[in-house]
């Protein structure tokens, strides 16, 4: 019971609960009612009996002190109830109506009236009977009547069953209440449970609209606000920070690299461990730069200051310039990859920020080249529908390199995460923000990005747009 209890909801319990309560009050309701109309309606059937056993009875008295001898006649036309016995001893000698009814008379209650004492006595004899028992003194008779109350019985019966009935119906309509009220007061949960998950979802403006005029809920709706305006203060808070700190280190970072170059200029007057040096200097403040360049943009995006410059792009076209555009950022030994719009693909417009499209594909084409021995190919296809039925189009840069572990395929686009160095080419150069750049980039399109395996175990990166409806722009 204690499991299944507690794995039952909210809803459930309270549900349950009403329902047991309308239950349990059905049961006291009931059962108080049935008894007390069961022992009124008995209360009421002894006093009637009793009277009219006296009546018989002293009609009986007055025809044997008259000398009746015709006993049985006398007790068959005395006024009982249908079903009802008579039965008279006469100093011992039993008459009886009907004949042969004296075993009606319990033995008790013959022995108690034989002794003087009027009694009355109810118990079941193929029903339930009351007996009353009258001693005649004056002519040492003792006169019986057993009355038949089982139509009290059947009545008491009939009573039961609609009161089992109501008892049925409380209960389901408490159940009902039950479940309708708690319904009812845990609306304002899913409000807030909706609100979460949009929260988690990064919209971090939403709110739980005020709630006028029930306390309870105001309280909630007010702290849950509260903890949310804290949450946002603080996410801003340190977005800003890093957006601060990227952007006063740009100044100093453009000096340093303004006098590199006037030092690489005249490397030539260095001695040889100072033009080491200068060359380790140089790779260092480059890869410094671009870390700091890739923070910026990317706590722009956080602190959503991100400027996105949307226009409308022929697909097939700006893949094969952006791999064009990227392919010369790349080391001359590396091979450009072959591009294949598929024919489907042709005619189809894409709202997207260029300038974002192509870092994306600089991006994945570096690490195709540092850690996949260079991109194989990049193709365009549509994709299947997107969730609101939209059409996407799909844009994958494979290469044959060692691939990610499936473990590590969400991990790469966490910011500074850097794979495994065992095997990988350029493994240690990086700074673990491209990934991360390219799915802000992505998701500030309104795309997806995700990285699966080849046929050969290499990289397959795949990013995902919606395809803007041609009747939307023409
Ligand atoms: N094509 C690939 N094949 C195998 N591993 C890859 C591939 N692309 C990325 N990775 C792994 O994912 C990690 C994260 O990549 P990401 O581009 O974010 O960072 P990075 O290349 O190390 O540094 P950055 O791009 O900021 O200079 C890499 O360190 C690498 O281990
Ligand atoms: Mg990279």
New binding site residues.
Partial sequence: MFPLWSRLGVRARVTVMFGLGALLLSVMMGGLSYFTTRHFLLDERQSASLHQAYVNASLVRSSLHSGDTHLDQLLASLDAGAGSVSVLYVHNTPFSSPLAATGDIPAGLRALVQSGTPATQTFVLGGPRIAVGVPIPSVHAVYFEVFDVSDLGHTLRVLALALIAAGAITTILGAAVGRSASGRSLRPLTGVSRAAVAIAGGRLDTRLPAVAGDPDLAGLTTSFNLMVDQLQERIEREARFTSDVSHELRSPLTTLSASLDVLEAHSDELSARAQRALVLLGADLRRFQ??VG?LLEISRSDTGSADVSLEEVEAGELVRQSVAASARSLPNDVVAPAVLVDQAVAGTWLTVDKRRFERIMA?LL???A???GGATEVRAEIGPPLLDGSTSLRVSVE?H????APA?RDK?FERF????AAG?RG?G????????LVAEHVRLNGGTVWVDETEGG??R?VIEFPVADEADWW
Avoid: H, K
């Fill in positions: 671009r870390m890739d991006n570096e690490n195709a540092l850690y996949g290469d390199g060692p691939g990610l590590e790469v995460y850097r794979g495994d990988r493994a150069i990086g700074t673990g923000l491209g990934l991360a290499g990289a990166f």
